[in-house]
């Protein structure tokens, strides 16, 4: 089954250092790889995709993630983080079914950022 | 970016009654939208998906007889929760995809409704 993986519940950092929320992936073929920020009774909003092309994506935010073939990962970085950071964080993968796709999300990370 | 309402944010209502939720695409035409279903402090569960003026594709587990999906045009989409219990009770969002659009790999979501049946 194609799927993602997020192996950490909650990460926990002190504001102004940096930050990675660890995903890898289990796809057959190019992954199409995503990244989704969820605040507090909201919707999820958009951070950054891989599809093709540079490994490094940056993304909203000064978010970026590295693609990395040969680990299968897609981990979220960000180089110096802010409490306002402070957020749930889903990685996903758009499986593809025949002519249909869909978004498969991993179980979410919680990242804590304190002062 | 691309705007994705729903209505309402929050609804409370008794069991056996029916609810409607609503989602528009406010700038761009969604010809697929997606039903997600959030239980708290876990991931989005995807309901359905539909396109614009077919019937919707339930994921398996889903009673499609229970939770109605209309998408009769290409910026509205409604998911009608029918004789809702207790146990309906989450957060549902929508989402919506512009397939033929510049960015056809993106989908935008809304801000969720938060259903509480009593």
């Known amino acids: 089954a194609q799927s993602v993986a997020q192996p950490e519940d909650q990460v926990n950092v002190a504001e102004g250092n940096p930050l990675t929320v660890k995903c890898t992936y289990s796809?057959?073929?190019?992954?199409?790889l995503f990244w989704y920020v969820q605040y507090p009774n909201r919707g999820l909003q958009f951070l950054l995709k891989y599809i093709t092309g540079d490994n490094l994506v940056k993304g909203s935010y000064g978010f970026e993630a590295e693609f990395n073939k040969s680990q299968t990962s897609f981990h979220l970085k960000k180089p110096s983080a802010l409490v306002s950071d402070s957020a749930l964080y889903f990685c996903a993968v758009r499986v593809f079914t025949g002519t249909a796709s869909k978004l498969t999300f991993g179980t979410g990370t919680r990242l804590q950022v304190t002062l | 970016g691309a705007v994705v309402s729903q209505h309402p944010s929050r609804v409370i209502c008794k069991s056996g009654t029916s609810v409607k939720i609503e989602c528009r695409s406010l700038?761009?035409?969604?010809?697929?939208m997606f039903w997600y279903r959030q239980f708290p402090k876990q991931s989005l569960m995807l309901m359905a998906t539909s396109n614009e003026g077919s019937k919707a594709t339930y994921e398996q587990g889903v009673e499609k007889d229970k939770f109605l999906i209309n998408h009769a045009s290409l910026t509205l989409s409604t998911l009608t929760v029918t004789s809702a219990h207790p146990e309906d009770s989450s957060f549902y969002i929508c989402?919506?995809?512009?397939?033929?659009?510049?960015?056809?790999?993106?989908?935008?979501f809304g801000p969720g409704t938060r259903l509480t049946v009593t």
């Open positions: 989402s919506a995809r512009d397939s033929v659009g510049t960015r056809p790999h993106e989908q935008y």
């Open positions: 796809v057959s073929g190019n992954p199409y």
């Open positions: 700038d761009f035409q969604a010809t697929t």
